[in-house]
């Protein structure tokens, strides 16, 4: 750990969430401000100082960009868990586990959370839910089994840039989440009857929020050029295609979302 080069503020949320008694973090830095390389140090220090396990939660096309990030830049191998019978092998390997000699570090997706059936039981160092804002509505079969997941991990790690999106129920949501000795009606009616009062600093203990202009003397200085590529017609065909069918799993076609998958189609081909 103290031989990676790393920036003061990335350690504050690995700080914050050991430090403020709720063993919980609900992490909204703006985008491009590094949330994954601070919930990095955080999965580094739970798998090769505490030595317990850990799983990291995201959307099913973040998966290979989390491998890679940790393997890149922590040389940290992870292990998935992203249908039924992968995360049913990540419960009995739990169950079973006998040593700390080899810590294991799975990565499930909202997908499998969001399926008809109860996820088996995992006992957990850490879990680390990588855009969290998905489980924002505390009516979908995805919150149940995230909470569960929470309930039984030691440390609790979310990430999202925009916590509230529709209204401040989406947070209540993230928190009861996060902090699974609420339920999510009490959290909901305490942000609604103190949304704009001093005890709101109560949550600040759980929150952090840097954005770029707070820490830009400590992001390194960059020549930014302009680079076109161009793909094969059959390629983008493809790609187009994906972007459609993945559309129509979420019943939407959201322009933001598709530029996500654009960007990535664009700069990752692999993981795309």
């Known amino acids: 750990m103290a031989n990676r080069n790393y920036s003061s503020y990335q350690l504050v ?60 830049r922590f040389d940290l191998t992870t292990i998935l868990a ?40 995992v006992s957990l160092g850490l879990t680390v839910f990588d855009e969290v804002h998905t489980i924002r509505n505390s009516e979908t079969k995805a919150y149940p089994n995230a909470k569960a997941l929470a309930a039984n991990s030691e440390y609790r790690l979310a990430l999202s840039a925009t916590p509230i999106n529709n209204s401040i129920s989406d947070l209540a949501s993230i928190l009861s989440v996060i902090l699974p000795q609420l339920d999510f009606d009490g959290t909901n009616d305490f942000l609604d009857d103190y949304w704009n009062s001093p005890l709101m600093d109560s949550i600040s203990s759980v929150v952090t929020r840097f954005n770029k202009e707070q820490i830009s003397d400590q992001f390194t200085q960059r020549n930014i050029h302009t680079v076109s590529l161009e793909y094969p017609d059959h390629y983008m065909t493809w790609v187009n295609k994906q972007i459609e069918h993945r559309s129509d799993e979420y019943e939407s076609n959201s322009a933001f979302r598709n530029v996500v998958y654009y960007r990535l189609a664009a700069s990752s081909p692999g993981a795309f």
């Open 82 to 121: 992203t249908n039924k019978d992968e995360f049913g092998l990540m419960s009995e390997e739990l169950d079973h586990r006998t040593t700390t000699n080899d810590v294991p570090i799975y990565i499930t997706t909202y997908s499998l959370l969001s399926r008809e059936y109860k996820l088996p039981k």
């Open 13 to 72: 949320h690995l700080t914050k969430l050991r430090t403020n008694g709720l063993n919980s973090l609900l992490v909204c830095d703006g985008v491009g401000v590094g949330k994954t390389i601070s919930a990095g140090y955080a999965l580094y220090h739970m798998s090769q100082v505490e030595r317990k396990p850990s799983l990291v939660v995201c959307p099913p096309i973040l998966v290979e960009k989390w491998r890679f990030e940790l393997k890149h």
